[in-house]
């Protein structure tokens, strides 16, 4: 498991909270990207079959990959990078295949 903590984003939060970037293997090997406040209630839902229904048949998932950001526009902005990365790359940003 990645323990990437990047703190991005320049705008101070009104409050003290942070927003995380988090990608999620499922048990047939898929990869699945959100953002949240709360990493481990989030993985919990998950794993509950709450939301989500990409990740439906493919519980139960293990957090492997996390960034941090002082704000949600910020979060949502590299989610929407990450997203579009193929999954050879994803894999590469998690560190699960060597990058030469």
Do not use: C
Not at 38 to 47: P, Y
Not at 68 to 78: E, I, L, M, P, T
């Amino acid at each position: 498991m990645a323990s990437d903590h990047k703190v991005a984003g320049s705008t101070p939060a009104r409050r003290a909270m942070f927003w995380f970037l988090y990608l999620v293997q499922g048990s047939d090997n898929s990869l699945y990207t959100g953002i949240t406040t709360d990493i481990q209630r989030r993985i919990q839902e998950h794993n509950q079959k709450k939301g989500a229904k990409a990740l439906k048949g493919k519980l139960p998932v293990k957090l492997v990959y996390q960034e941090v950001f002082a704000d949600q526009v910020s979060a949502a902005k590299r989610e929407r990078e990450i997203k579009k990365l193929k999954k050879i790359e994803k894999l590469k940003l998690i560190g699960a295949v060597a990058q030469w």
